[in-house]
């Protein structure tokens, strides 16, 4: 076959993602010289179409990149009154008190906020600064010169559906090069896989572990609407069947955002964590408030939960990985933004200073150091025992030793030094026959929902004449493999509805609706078989998230 001719394109920095980490390197790179050359490419539709976070944000992220943003008519409003946390049974809860909890739980002083949309005003910074932005410009390949990252593919249309090749409306799409390329796709994104298993990154590291988050937006009775609380729960309706819990955050005009986390450690393959979000709005704390509302959105994706024992290698020769593309988020906090907006801020400064020596395209070990070294070391060292202990010795565990542990921490020392991750999410999933299956109730269509009725509130959307981005390595696995050994957890674990097995016995056949992707992420982590390769699809296609 003909090799491929990409018209190119050089630029200074190239960055793949427009999420808080992407943005904020883009930002400091202009702040730093107003004549770097700069590009940040977006897969989805428009800047904060695919972002998805709870958000509580802590502000030492943006006050290290912007100062001034109080006065930017930032969309940053709803300062955090009131923090509550609860433990929650079938029937009621019990409300854990805020002072034995470390200094570093307190969300005073945060603000609850939609990510997509503090995205869409940082994008309107970077542009402002000469930052050039291209949404629905997927990246789908990496490009090398020998073993270094010197670039990537974006742009690329039109393979045929079924055999994969440059069909009749075929568009090569353009090679946009760097001096240096910052990979910050979010979590599990394609390309930061595809480094980090080249380079192996992760060698010396943890395995990264995963959750996924789910959430929707509810509008509820302004009698019940108290703007500024944050309300997290664990325990029912999880229990000891997975680790998780949920959040609670009254936005502004009457709105409230639910979510509901589910550690993909669980090992009973009929675990359904979509039905568990939704069971979980049954509860009578929860009922109450949602009652006589209306659900606006819904949206999920994975969360990297690995932590400071998982951060792998960021950095290769011409490439970094920023925010959840490293794996920064804090756990226990429930927070990732502002670490991203950090590692974005310091890869930024790592560049910008090699740049200005003459240097490119080697490994920046700047970054490395920062990351290691600086405020995103010490918000994550303190709390990496947290999620260890939940997935070793479950809950009560991780209330008491884990808060202990931070407790400890903030004096300098902890009492267990540094607790090792398990096995892979993937590994962790037990036999089908070792496990009962879980008889969910109906949803209501009032407080609960099917997945596919939700997925329309998602707003997604891909086009049916481009191959699927979700790719099996081995077609019959489903089947042969999955369906007899796991009862085929694809079924249930992807919140989107988009595998199905039809038919049983030798008629069974797997069936994989990707126009439902919401590009989550999770088939590509939980799969136990690690069979399916999430991939970017072409164009701008996948969620449209309106207020996530």
């Known amino acids: 076959m003909t090799a491929i001719q990409r018209e190119k394109m050089d630029y200074d920095v190239v960055?793949?993602?427009?999420?808080?980490?992407?943005?904020?390197?883009?930002?400091?790179?202009?702040?730093?010289?107003?004549?770097?050359?700069?590009?940040?490419?977006?897969?989805?539709?428009?800047?904060?179409?695919?972002?998805?976070?709870?958000?509580?944000?802590?502000?030492?992220?943006?006050?290290?990149?912007?100062?001034?943003?109080?006065?930017?008519?930032?969309?940053i409003k709803t300062e955090v009154k009131e923090d509550n946390f609860y433990l929650l049974g079938p029937a009621g809860q019990i409300r854990i008190p805020n002072w034995p909890m470390p200094p570093l739980m307190?969300?005073?002083?945060?603000?609850?906020?939609?990510?997509?949309?503090?995205?869409?005003?940082?994008?309107?910074?970077?542009?402002?600064?000469g930052v050039e932005i291209f949404p629905g410009m997927a990246c789908s390949e990496l490009v090398y010169e020998g073993d270094t990252v010197v670039g990537v593919v974006a742009g690329e249309f039109g393979r045929d559906p079924?055999?994969?090749?440059?069909?009749?409306?075929?568009?090569?799409?353009?090679?946009?090069?760097?001096?240096?390329?910052?990979?910050?796709?979010?979590?599990?994104?394609?390309?930061?896989?595809?480094?980090?298993?080249?380079?192996?990154?992760?060698?010396?590291?943890?395995?990264?572990?995963?959750?996924?988050?789910?959430?929707?937006?509810w509008e509820i009775d302004p009698s019940k609407h108290r703007e500024g609380t944050v309300t997290h729960t664990m325990g029912w309706p999880l229990g000891k069947n997975a680790g998780g819990g949920s959040f609670i955050?009254?936005?502004?005009?009457?709105?409230?955002?639910?979510?509901?986390?589910?550690?993909?450690?669980?090992?009973?393959?009929?675990?359904?964590?979509?039905?568990?979000?939704?069971?979980?709005?049954?509860?009578?704390m929860v009922a109450d408030l949602l009652k006589g509302g209306k659900r606006v959105a819904y949206g999920a994706r994975a969360i990297s939960e690995g932590g400071w024992q998982s951060i792998p290698k960021l950095v290769a020769p011409g490439v970094a990985l920023l925010g959840c593309s490293a794996g920064l988020v804090n756990v226990p906090r429930i927070k990732g933004n502002h670490n991203a907006m950090l590692s974005g801020k310091a890869?930024?400064?790592?560049?910008?200073?090699?740049?200005?020596?003459?240097?490119?395209?080697?490994?920046?070990a700047a970054y490395e150091t920062e990351v290691r070294?600086?405020?995103?070391?010490?918000?994550?060292?303190?709390?990496?025992?947290?999620?260890?202990?939940?997935s070793k010795f479950g809950l009560t565990a991780s209330l008491m030793g884990g808060g202990l542990d931070m407790w400890t921490n903030t004096l300098g020392f902890s009492l267990f030094g540094t607790l090792k991750h398990g096995k892979s999410d993937a590994a962790a999933t037990g036999l089908a026959k070792d496990f009962q299956p879980i008889d969910y109730p109906k949803p209501d269509g009032k407080l609960s929902f099917d997945r596919l009725t939700n997925v329309a509130f998602s707003f997604t959307?891909?086009?049916?004449?481009?191959?699927?981005?979700?790719?099996?390595?081995?077609?019959?696995?489903?089947?042969?493999?999955?369906?007899?050994?796991?009862?085929?957890?694809?079924?249930?674990?992807?919140?989107?509805?988009?595998?199905?097995?039809?038919?049983?016995?030798?008629?069974?056949?797997?069936?994989?609706?990707?126009?439902?992707?919401?590009?989550?992420?999770?088939?590509?982590?939980?799969?136990?078989?690690?069979?399916?390769?999430?991939?970017?699809?072409?164009?701008?296609?996948?969620?449209?998230?309106?207020?996530?």
Not at 29 to 42: G, H, M, Y
Not at 53 to 68: H, K, N, R, Y
Not at 164 to 177: A, H, V
Request: with cysteine; net charge neutral.
């Open 15 to 75: 960055i793949v993602g427009a999420g808080p980490a992407g943005l904020s390197a883009a930002i400091r790179l202009k702040q730093l010289d107003p004549d770097r050359s700069v590009v940040v490419l977006e897969k989805g539709s428009e800047v904060g179409a695919h972002i998805l976070s709870g958000a509580v944000l802590d502000p030492c992220g943006l006050d290290a990149l912007l100062p001034d943003w109080r006065t930017m008519d930032a969309p």
């Open 106 to 129: 307190n969300n005073h002083g945060n603000y609850i906020v939609s990510m997509a949309n503090v995205c869409r005003w940082m994008a309107g910074v970077a542009e402002g600064l």
């Open 162 to 217: 079924e055999t994969r090749e440059p069909g009749p409306s075929y568009e090569p799409g353009m090679e946009l090069r760097g001096k240096y390329v910052f990979l910050s796709e979010g979590v599990r994104g394609s390309l930061a896989k595809e480094v980090i298993g080249k380079y192996q990154l992760s060698n010396g590291h943890c395995p990264q572990k995963f959750g996924l988050g789910m959430k929707e937006i």
């Open 249 to 284: 955050y009254h936005l502004e005009n009457n709105q409230v955002y639910v979510g509901f986390v589910v550690h993909l450690n669980y090992a009973n393959p009929h675990l359904y964590p979509y039905m568990e979000f939704q069971r979980f709005k049954h509860h009578p």
């Open 347 to 364: 890869a930024a400064e790592a560049a910008h200073a090699a740049i200005t020596a003459g240097r490119a395209r080697d490994e920046l």
């Open 373 to 390: 070294s600086g405020p995103i070391a010490r918000d994550l060292k303190k709390v990496r025992n947290v999620k260890p202990l939940w």
């Open 461 to 548: 959307n891909h086009d049916e004449n481009q191959p699927a981005h979700l790719v099996l390595k081995d077609p019959s696995v489903p089947i042969a493999v999955n369906l007899p050994k796991y009862a085929e957890p694809a079924q249930r674990y992807c919140p989107a509805g988009v595998y199905e097995v039809l038919g049983e016995g030798q008629d069974a056949t797997f069936r994989i609706n990707f126009q439902n992707c919401v590009h989550c992420k999770t088939c590509d982590i939980k799969d136990p078989s690690q069979n399916i390769n999430w991939t970017t699809p072409q164009g701008g296609g996948g969620p449209n998230y309106p207020n996530m």
